[in-house]
């Protein structure tokens, strides 16, 4: 333990005030006044703590205690008497003003160097008789006024003043008895503040008021029955309580000081943990780019073998056809030389040569065919493609739900507290647009592909492909969930019960209603007059809705990431219907349902 500058340190700091000794195993009660532990037990021990059989009350202060307190000795308190007991020990002394100064600089003041025992017999054995009787016999009330039947060392009746009359009722203004100190009595009345109504010494302290007062200021009625203690008692009292304050504070400041350098020691490794991570996914980013530009590179060769394949086989058929072509042209010019001529000798020689066809191959079956007139690559290539990047989309989801597994972190305590208002929603076919595809449970919403025959009731959306859910609210908290997956469109909120549903609509809180939407995977949207865009940092697969209809709030989560995502303030003056849009299937891109899922409280 660190040691105390000496100017924090006087006798009267560690003076037990039953015993009048420096403390010996010093205890605390619990209204903080300290006591050498055999004193404060032989006090109690004696039945003279003046609460009754079954109270216990602090010598000092009077407070009562209905259990006997368990006191532990006070280690902190008990290291700095210790070290006082050593400072006295080694000669050094105790001025006036309550520090401590090398005996050689004031050959005019007794040492401090006699021990314990040598300075206890310096107090005369009636003083200390008397000073036990005053604190045996002090009133409950916690005032400190002298009983008129305790005489004072300085006042006795075997020696009265000429012309003074001893007068029992009322008693006299507290009179505090002479200190006794190692260096004998001492009387410093003389050098107290004087009271600015009284003109008397600011004696006391009035611990109701706060304030020093002087010994007439105790008998008036503004203090009369307050808890009233010498002031320069109240003052030794505070400024023991310096030293140990110091120590606790430098504990404090030391545990505080040892928590900043965890913090900053784990930002750092947090930093440099970011660091490594932020250049092995560079790295790996640029093997796939890498690949991909090999796999693009591969890919074109690919499409360039399979024309030059085409061309060789297109060429040599050409070769064919046109050899042929000549053949038949030549014979064709012969024939027709031959029909001009008159001599039909010669005619008729030729003729069997040249009317007899040639031998011919048979081109009923040529062609030149490729896998790329049916776009065959392009559709590998898109389909491919479009399954890396829906993975790609899914990467920081995964990676900040593996940061989440790893951590030790609450569930946020809005997602909790929304979750206690669970509801049970069920679609409404009656409203669903044509096109739209119930499931038998009422959970589940598809766009089809067609129109169905359904009644054109007046529910009924006849134009956006949209369902409102049987249950309506007019008042309360209420919470549902609902499964998104991977669509590229989607609407979910809250409309009112008198909204439009005919024709083109105009949806906007002002035409009651209030909804998020995306649009194309990433465009996610409340749907105001102009549209609010948000951004969405981590796409959700599962949106939690949350309407607290008295206050007009409709508010929207995602769930697997316990986060909000936007949160609305109107006022709602009817009733209002959870609303359901799965847009159009968009040939098949777009054909997942909208699933209303059971709600499970956080982990």
Not at 318 to 328: A, H, V, Y
Not at 352 to 380: N, Y
Not at 387 to 394: A, G, P, T
Not at 426 to 434: E, G, I, K, M
Request: aromatic share 8%; hydrophobic share 30%.
């Amino acid at each position: 333990m660190m040691a105390l500058p000496a100017a924090f340190l006087s006798e009267d700091q560690f003076t037990c005030s039953i015993c009048l000794e420096v403390f010996t195993n010093p205890v605390s009660t619990p209204c903080g006044h300290s006591f050498c532990q055999a004193c404060i037990s032989s006090y109690w021990d004696g039945g003279r703590s003046g609460g009754g059989a079954k109270s216990y009350q602090c010598p000092l202060c009077k407070e009562s205690f209905r259990k006997r307190p368990e006191l532990q000795i006070n280690r902190t308190l008990k290291e700095i008497t210790e070290q006082f007991k050593q400072m006295a020990a080694t000669g050094v002394r105790l001025d006036g003003g309550g520090g401590f100064h090398d005996p050689n600089n004031h050959p005019y003041q007794r040492h401090m160097s006699l021990s314990l025992s040598q300075r206890r017999g310096e107090m005369p054995e009636s003083i200390f008789t008397e000073m036990m009787t005053r604190f045996q016999m002090l009133p409950s009330d916690g005032n400190y006024q002298s009983d008129p039947s305790v005489q004072h060392p300085d006042r006795t009746n075997s020696h009265p003043h000429p012309g003074h009359q001893i007068h029992n009722d009322p008693p006299p203004p507290y009179s505090p008895p002479r200190r006794y100190t190692v260096s004998g009595s001492s009387d410093s009345s003389s050098n107290l503040p004087l009271c600015p109504i009284h003109r008397r010494g600011l004696e006391f302290f009035c611990r109701t008021d706060n304030t020093c007062v002087c010994s007439v200021c105790v008998e008036m009625a503004e203090h009369r029955g307050h808890s009233v203690i010498p002031a320069k008692r109240e003052w030794q009292i505070k400024k023991s309580q310096i030293g140990i304050t110091e120590v606790e504070l430098k504990d404090l400041i030391c545990e505080r000081e040892r928590k900043v350098q965890e913090i900053q020691s784990s930002l750092r490794d947090i930093q440099a943990a970011a660091q490594k991570e932020t250049e092995g996914a560079v790295g790996t980013f640029s093997k796939v780019i890498a690949n991909m530009e090999r796999c693009q590179a591969e890919v074109l060769e690919v499409i360039e073998i399979s024309v030059r394949a085409a061309e060789r086989k297109a060429q040599k058929l050409l070769k064919e056809l046109e050899e042929e072509l000549s053949e038949l042209r030549t014979r064709s010019s012969a024939l027709s030389q031959l029909a001009l001529s008159d001599d039909y000798v010669l005619f008729l020689t030729t003729f069997p040569a040249v009317s007899v066809p040639p031998q011919m191959k048979d081109w009923s079956g040529a062609s030149v065919e490729s896998d790329l007139t049916s776009g065959g690559i392009l559709k590998t290539v898109t389909q491919m493609v479009d399954h890396i990047q829906e993975e790609m989309r899914k990467l920081p989801e995964v990676c900040q739900r593996s940061i989440s597994d790893h951590s030790v972190t609450r569930p946020n305590p809005k997602v909790r507290r929304v979750q206690e208002y669970a509801a049970d929603i069920t679609l409404d076919p009656s409203t669903a647009h044509p096109r739209l595809i119930i499931s038998a449970d009422g959970k589940q919403v598809q766009c089809g592909d067609r129109h169905q025959s359904v009644p054109d009731n007046p529910e009924r959306f006849d134009r956006v492909v949209c369902v409102l859910a049987h249950e309506g609210f007019n008042s309360g908290r209420h919470y549902w969930e609902v499964e998104v997956g991977g669509k590229t469109d989607w609407d979910l909120g809250v409309a009112s019960r008198s909204v439009s549903r005919k024709g083109k609509i105009t949806v906007s809180p002002a035409h009651g209603y209030w909804f998020l939407s995306l649009r194309d995977r990433t465009d996610y949207a409340f749907r105001t007059e102009p549209s609010t865009s948000l951004t969405v940092n981590l796409r959700p697969s599962r949106i939690g809705i949350y309407v607290d209809y008295d206050k007009g709030l409709v508010s929207f989560y995602n769930v697997e990431a316990r986060v909000l995502i936007y949160t609305f303030t109107d006022t709602f003056s009817n009733t209002i219907h959870p609303f359901f849009s799965p847009c159009t299937n968009k040939s098949g891109r777009n054909e997942a349902p909208l699933v209303i899922c059971p709600v499970t409280a956080a982990e």
